[in-house]
T-cell receptor
């Protein structure tokens, strides 16, 4: 059973460009979470999605960041007009339907570098 | 709000030494507590968990006991190996919330 997959693993963008990060949850999982890890810090929650719905986006910056989890295909975290402060590791996690949402399985992360 | 505080690293130990990584928390309600491990270049893996007071989580020789009276969940291992070198994160989850709250991580380096 494949784990949570994220791509790309590394992404370099110039200031002002857009970054798209993809996450495919574990098979059978319908809940997706995005976390950001800034250098020298722990992971910070960004958003929690179920298929076609944003459930909790309390950790998302108000501007430039958006997330979706369509009926078909991976979850996408989109960052518009990136700035140097967006450089971080972005981790996706998934959990099964009906399960406790604390049982989150993490992907390997996407390391975004903004030059 | 919820928060997790863990000891700063890096922690450098010789192989077979005893390990303790301290973790304390602040939370509303009754949290579940976790230790995650992150090996270089990889994502986080759940190492162990405890869901109520006095529970002991254990896995791969690591242990942690949920101490409600001291709001702590310290990670211990009796004899570390070089392969244990990684970053360890303490985390909590409270019912009704949707997110894990993480500490800043403690890097462990084990040398021969």
């Amino acid at each position: 059973n494949a784990g949570v997959m994220q791509n790309p693993r590394h992404l370099v963008r110039r200031r002002g460009q857009e970054a798209r990060l993809r996450c495919s949850p574990m098979k059978g999982h319908s809940h997706v979470y995005w976390y950001r890890q800034l250098p020298e810090e722990g992971l910070k929650f960004m958003v929690y999605l179920q298929k076609e719905n944003i459930i909790d986006e309390s950790g998302m910056p108000k501007e430039r960041f958006s997330a979706e989890f369509p009926k078909e295909g991976p979850s996408i975290l989109r960052i518009q007009q990136v700035v140097r402060g967006d450089s971080a590791a972005y981790f996706c996690a998934s959990s099964p339907p009906g399960g406790s949402t604390y049982e989150q399985y993490f992907g390997p992360g996407t390391r975004l570098t903004v030059t | 709000g919820n928060s997790v505080t863990q000891m700063e690293g890096p922690v450098t130990l010789s192989e077979e030494a005893f390990l303790t990584i301290n973790c304390t928390y602040t939370a509303t309600g009754y949290p579940s507590l976790f230790w995650y491990v992150q090996y270089p270049g990889e994502g986080l893996q759940l190492l162990l968990k405890a869901t109520k007071a006095d529970d002991k989580g254990s896995n791969k020789g690591f242990e942690a006991t949920y101490r409600k009276e001291t709001t702590s969940f310290h990670l211990e291992k009796g004899s570390v190996q070089v392969s244990d070198s990684a970053v360890y994160f303490c985390a909590l989850f409270t019912g009704g919330g949707n997110k894990l709250t993480f500490g800043t991580g403690t890097q462990l380096k084990v040398e021969l």
